[in-house]
């Protein structure tokens, strides 16, 4: 259903009592907040709306992400309210079991070591701290890597763990590589596989690009954190205690938004601020599992 009138806006937000937002392309682009972000989200709060925040960008935990909405002009908004796909990690590999006491790769942001570390898991090992202790940033050389990996030992390590990463080279990919191409029992996580990255009228290179990469050495599935995967967002639901309650998931994406929320089996509504246009939305067959509940140009239009 399109919302493009007051009298359905109204009823779609009377309707709902929780609205769980996803970030990139729904309350900001790139580097800007959308001018009437603030605005839409203040009303839903005197409504008495619940609000959450759900992201499959894994740049940074919760904590960061609640300075990000302060530095954005966004009061209000707690740790406790956010849901990166670096904290989905966290839950993830707590799920899976994976001994404390062996080590986590990590290629990515801050985010993921620091959701890791709040777990309990203390013997992370990201990347780029560990390259630019060994003095080998820059320009990748062979025998400079070789000496790298050489004090890697794979059998120490219980997943590698991928997300978004501004700084993806050859270093990291042979370090991923090397761990699991050398430890079976390995598990590989990634934050998500969104291709792109929506930053203003650009589509930036996404997780998908670097899960990829390590597949293409790698014969190896990837375990994914974030949406589309459901668990995140049953987590959600379950720890604020919102089973009895109506939700509806707001994204621009189908393939991760709009599924995650129909896998959840709760309301969807898909935005064109970001990456889903028109024309795709209206690609979308009847009953297929990207199929949004409803289609808004963008949340602005709660302030009809």
Known sequence: KKLDNKSDIDQFIKEHDVFIFDCDGVLWSGSELFPKTKKTLDLLKKKGKQIFFLTNNS????????????????EGVLSTMIYPSSFAISILVER?????????????????????????????????PYLQDKGVLGN????????????????????V??????????YRLA???????????????????????????????????????????????????????????DYIIESNQLKDKKCVIIGDRLDTDIKCGNLAEIDTCCVLTGHSTKQMVEK????????????????EWMLS
């Open 59 to 74: 740049s940074l935990s919760r904590e960061g992400y609640a300075k990000k909405f302060e530095k954005k002009g966004v």
């Open 96 to 128: 899976k079991k994976i001994d404390k006491k062996k080590k986590i790769l990590v290629i990515g942001m801050e985010g993921i070591a620091e959701e890791l570390r709040v777990a309990g898991y203390n013997g992370v090992l990201e990347c780029h």
């Open 140 to 159: 990748y050389e062979e025998d400079k890597i070789a000496k790298i990996l050489d004090t890697i030992n794979p059998q120490e390590f219980g997943a």
């Open 161 to 170: 763990v991928c997300g978004y990463d501004r700084r993806f080279e050859n």
């Open 175 to 233: 370090m991923a590589a090397h761990v699991l191409l050398h430890n079976k029992d390995c598990e590989f996580i990634a934050a998500c596989t969104d291709s792109c990255l929506p930053w203003g009228k650009f589509s930036l290179p996404g997780t998908l690009g670097v899960v990829r990469a390590i597949q293409s050495i790698v014969d190896k599935e990837v375990d994914v954190a974030g949406k589309p995967n459901r668990m995140i967002l």
């Open 284 to 299: 979308v067959k009847e009953g297929d599992a990207t199929e949004p509940n409803y289609v808004m140009e963008g949340i």
